[in-house]
């Protein structure tokens, strides 16, 4: 990798650490941050690393009325012996410039990002937690900056690196969460922005999410925008379903989210010789193999949780309870050798993970 020149500006005041034995997700951020502008004309410069601080951004930059930006998630981890370890990072890269591409936003240099990333995590690795169920939550992300109202793509961009001591996702932990299937609002639908990571398609998911989270549920799963019954993804997740020894995950259609937990998921499963299909599949054939007593387990799978397991499903007035409302073998088994490799207890036949 080419020695790209960062500018480095360390904070003279360290801040103090949450405990580590307390985390929750995203809540808390580390001593340092990247940012590297863009500016027309003479593209990505300024690449530096300084002190954690807010931003100054024109009341009229682009980003806070049309939402041009996009965003990656991915996670770092520290070894017994001390070695920070990241997991598949060139595909969260990869997905920023997908995700760039179509929100309009300039391709960034994917090997600096990578480079920026580790340079960062190394001054502040003293933030990775290392308890079961903890880790170093990186978000990049890109705004537009440019002060302009009239609907345009902007001129001028921040490209920003945070980082964040996390543990679980859910408050449930590792355990079963409830979804509730939602029939009025739609996430994504083909042709929209639904398999780039943008702020929009969270924004439009808030109101299903308060909805069902006053109902009891966790999260809700999603149909497809134009018939509202094909499956699309949970919360914020992709989704598997195991029915009568055989995986299915909804098959890649322009609303989906091309997870990187998606795609190790199905190699794995490949790689155990456990059945795997990527397909159209309706809220109907769920139901159905429910009532058949076929559908052996469902778990969502993302970066933030890794793998979720479903415990119940309320659709049309009928709870669909999964497993008896526990954990599934295969969500486990999954769990455990995803989780395994990217803390390094576990051997990575894929050659996934990489050592800062
Ligand atoms: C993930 O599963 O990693 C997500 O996309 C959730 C994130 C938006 C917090």
Redesign the pocket.
């Known amino acids: 990798m080419k020695d790209y020149k960062i500018e480095i500006n360390l904070t003279s005041k360290k801040k103090k650490k949450p405990q580590f034995d307390q985390l929750e ?2 809540k808390y951020f580390t001593d340092h941050m990247f940012i590297m502008d863009y500016t027309e004309g003479k593209g990505w410069h300024d690449p530096r690393i300084v002190p954690y601080q807010p931003i100054t951004l024109d009341p009229a930059a682009i980003v806070f009325h049309y939402g041009q930006t996009v ?1 990656e ?1 991915l996670k770092a981890y520290l070894t017994k012996n001390e070695e920070i370890l990241l997991f598949r990072p060139d595909q969260n890269m990869k997905r920023l410039n997908q995700s760039n591409a179509r929100l309009c936003i300039p391709q960034i240099d994917e090997d600096l990002a990578l480079y920026a990333l580790k340079q960062l995590i190394t001054i502040d690795r003293d933030w990775i937690p290392t308890l079961e169920g903890t880790s170093l ?1 990186i978000r990049p992300f890109i705004i537009a900056t440019e002060p302009y109202l009239g609907v345009s793509s902007s001129k001028n961009y921040q490209f920003i690196i945070i980082l964040s001591p996390v543990g679980a ?1 859910y408050k449930e932990g590792f355990n079963p969460v409830k979804i509730a299937v939602e029939s009025e609002y739609v996430r994504a639908v083909a042709g929209g922005t639904g398999n780039a ?1 943008t702020a929009g398609n ?1 924004a439009s998911s808030l109101k299903a999410q308060e909805e069902a989270s006053k109902a009891g549920y966790s999260q809700v799963l999603w149909l497809d925008g134009k018939e509202n019954k094909y499956i699309e993804e949970v ?3 992709n989704i598997f379903f195991k029915i009568n020894g055989e995986v299915i995950t909804p098959a890649l259609n322009g609303s989906i ?1 091309e ?1 990187v ?1 998606r795609n190790s998921v199905i190699q794995l499963l490949r790689h155990w010789n456990v059945p795997v299909v990527e397909r159209r599949i309706s809220i109907h054939e769920i139901h159905q193999a429910y009532n058949n007593g076929l559908l052996e387990e469902a778990f ?6 890794v793998i979720s397991p479903i415990g119940e499903f309320f659709w049309q007035n009928e709870k669909l309870v999964i497993n008896n409302g526990e954990t599934g073998p295969l969500s486990k088994k999954l769990f455990d050798s995803l989780t395994g490799i990217q803390n390094g207890t576990k051997p990575d036949p894929f050659g996934w993970v990489v050592k800062v």
């Open positions: 997700f995203g965003f998630g939550y996702y990571k969270y919360g914020s997740m989210l997870g937990t969502g799978t993302g970066t933030a949780a």
